[in-house]
């Protein structure tokens, strides 16, 4: 788990500052990603079929709704990192990436010393609370170029993604969980509803998304339990009694195998970053 966090917004999404020291499932985020290795445990990343070795060298790619996971050390130490979450609608406007188009060729994303550098140094501005008009400015310009770092090494293809490439049965599969994200869910039903049986619905969804249906359902999940965590004043155990948890300690599992922090500790960054 993280030790502490530190969170900062922008018109770009957000940014947190993570000292991590256990391991993260595999997750997806509806946001473009970034992971920046900055000292201590820097494990291996997967990403998609991609396994990456962080480090001063090598930061991590991750396009929205990609699947990834990272794996630690085994010896418990503390890894520290930037941890770029990127609103796919600034990456369009900014970089001119299609609707529905990769933001990352491949996961790999080359760091000159120098991009190492400015990331350490803004960390370090982050972590002690020096977060002002400059720094969202820096950190602009940082996945900037993170962005030109990985665009030479693969270019993108401009091949887009758009909605209507995926098969309708899924599309309504994903308008399902959407709608009832706050409920408990029965894939068996979705399947049903969707006119397949179980197995070609699961072979189905993942030759379409990447992603099998329960990290899109949990990825689903985990934006609700971060928006009602940025957003409500509700203890924890409604919040977890919202998004269909039986017991409070259930959702703290959930919510810390895919941010890396327990939720009191993430609200207690986002009220700080207010």
């Not at 979450?85 to 990456?91: K, L, N, R, T, V």
């Not at 990352?104 to 120098?114: G, M, Q, R, S």
């Not at 310009?141 to 899924?170: K, N, Q, T, W």
Request: hydrophobic share 45%; aromatic share 10%; net charge negative.
């Amino acid at each position: 788990m993280a030790t502490s966090i530190r969170l900062f917004r922008g018109t770009f999404g957000h940014v947190s500052v993570l000292n991590v020291s256990s391991d993260f499932v595999t997750h997806a985020h509806a946001e473009a990603h970034i992971i920046l290795w900055l000292d201590g445990a820097a494990g291996e990343m997967t990403i998609g079929h991609e396994k990456i070795q962080l480090g001063p060298q090598v930061a991590a790619g991750i396009n929205s709704f990609q699947p990834h996971s990272h794996a630690l050390s085994a010896d418990g130490r503390v890894g520290r990192f930037l941890a770029f979450y990127i609103d796919p609608g600034w990456f369009s406007r900014r970089r001119g990436v299609s609707n529905g188009e990769p933001v990352f060729a491949c996961a790999t994303i080359p760091v000159d010393a120098w991009l190492h550098r400015a990331a350490v140094a803004l960390y370090e501005d982050l972590d002690a609370g020096n977060a002002d008009d400059l720094a969202a400015y820096e950190i602009e310009r940082l996945i900037d170029s993170l962005a030109d770092a990985a665009d030479s090494v693969r270019p993108r293809s401009g091949r887009a993604l758009a909605g209507e490439e995926v098969d309708f049965r899924v599309r309504k599969a994903i308008d399902l969980m959407k709608a009832n994200v706050c409920e408990r869910i029965c894939f068996d039903e979705v399947a049903k509803a969707v006119g397949l049986s179980r197995p070609h619905f699961f072979a189905l969804f993942k030759e379409q998304t990447s992603l099998t249906p329960n990290v899109y359902w949990n990825t689903l999940r985990m934006q609700e339990a971060l928006k009602q965590l940025q957003w409500s004043r509700e203890p924890l155990t409604s919040v977890a009694w919202n998004l269909g948890f039986t017991t409070q300690g259930n959702f703290t599992r959930f919510f810390r195998d895919h941010v890396g922090v327990p939720p009191t500790l993430y609200r207690e960054a986002v009220r700080s970053a207010a």
